[in-house]
């Protein structure tokens, strides 16, 4: 799927101007994009780019108004304030500031779990079987028409917060609860059992799949972020299990107006059948995280791939919105990535 390892379009580091690197903010997942966002920076600084870190919106809003930054790399992580709900996106197209990933519908599109599915399921794409749980919903009504084994999960949310595996109806309500402490509606859908793997995109280019191997029952966010022990298998399938996967994974990201980079998360059943679970528009970039273990099988350092993902803030292939053209190249030898 796509070209392996294309060259960088953007040869020189003084192309990208002075950049903000955006993480942290004050959603549930601020810890680990403060984490990304680290790495991130270190990894621009040294391949010469002008990168400053950043905290929050609010800051990176006051800063660019006052002119400090021609772009904005964009890893911050969730909705409220984690930059990955579309709102950032929509402050930033109106101060016509280029930045790196999915614009306005696409993250917001897919920052919403519920109303992915919905467009994947118009499509004929597959995704396990859900419901819609808005506030005050009978959940144990919703629970008998989903079936038994089932997840509960916040709707707008990312890294496994407040998902719970429900194998009964008497888990059912400590599910609920603890969803609910998240902003927003909940959604419950059907537990697939079998193997999770996930798809970094990175442009029009669909990196090796990643079969994630838990030690513990499934990929909470212990196994995500702490644990040593996980095991990743990379790619994840082989032959025309793998091109399938990847055909899908790009399917799923381009239904939902993704653009530039990002990662689809799939479950894989024992029959072999794929089930699309959601799509990342910002995924994590720490030391555990998937998308620089798929690029690094592709031959992507993790430096590269910061320098690619940074080149997405120019243009965005493949979707119906363009920012800014790639500028000429004025320096074939500094820089390149």
């Known amino acids: 799927m796509g070209a392996t390892n294309p060259q960088s379009r953007i040869s020189n580091p003084d192309q990208f101007g002075r950049v903000a690197v955006v993480m942290g903010g004050s959603s549930a997942e601020r810890e680990v994009s403060l984490d990304s966002g680290r790495n991130v920076l270190a990894a621009l600084k040294a391949r ?7 905290d ?13 930054f021609a772009r904005v790399f964009n890893i911050l992580h969730g909705q409220h304030g984690g930059g990955e709900d579309g709102v950032l996106q929509g402050a930033l197209e109106s101060l016509k500031v ?3 990933g999915s614009g306005v519908l696409g993250s917001a599109l897919s920052m919403d779990k519920t109303r992915s599915k919905r467009v994947w399921q118009s499509l ?5 079987k859900f419901a819609a749980l808005p506030r005050g919903s009978d959940v144990h009504a919703a629970a008998k028409q989903i079936g038994f084994p089932l997840i509960v999960k916040p709707a707008c949310e990312g890294s496994s917060v407040g998902v719970t595996r429900v194998f009964e109806e008497a888990q059912l309500d400590n599910a609920v609860e ?12 059907t537990l697939i059992e079998g193997d999770e793997l996930t798809v970094g995109i990175l442009g029009r280019e669909v990196l090796p799949s990643i079969h994630i191997v838990p030690k513990g029952a499934f990929y909470d966010y212990n196994a995500k972020y702490v644990a040593e022990d996980t095991q990743y298998l990379c790619p994840g399938l082989q032959g025309d299990a793998e091109n399938e996967l990847r055909a899908l994974a790009l399917a799923a990201f381009d239904a939902l107006g993704c653009a530039g980079w990002g990662r689809v998360d799939v479950m ?18 720490t030391s555990h995280s998937l998308v620089p273990k798929a690029a690094r099988t592709a031959g992507i350092d993790y430096e590269a791939l910061c ?17 800014i053209p790639y500028p000429e190249s004025r320096d074939s030898a500094g820089g390149a990535a």
Not at 56 to 64: F, N, Y
């Open 124 to 128: 004929g794409l597959p995704t396990p």
């Open 56 to 68: 929050g919106i609010p800051a990176l809003l006051d800063a660019l108004r006052a002119g400090h």
């Open 98 to 100: 280029p930045y790196t």
């Open 48 to 54: 010469g780019v002008d990168a400053h870190a950043i």
């Open 178 to 189: 603890l969803a609910a402490k998240y902003p927003g509606d909940l959604l419950m859908e």
């Open 268 to 285: 894989r059943d024992r029959q072999g059948r794929n089930w699309l679970l959601e799509v990342n528009t910002a995924p994590g970039m």
């Open 307 to 323: 320098w690619r993902v940074l080149e997405t803030s120019f243009a965005h292939n493949g979707a119906n919105e363009s920012r």
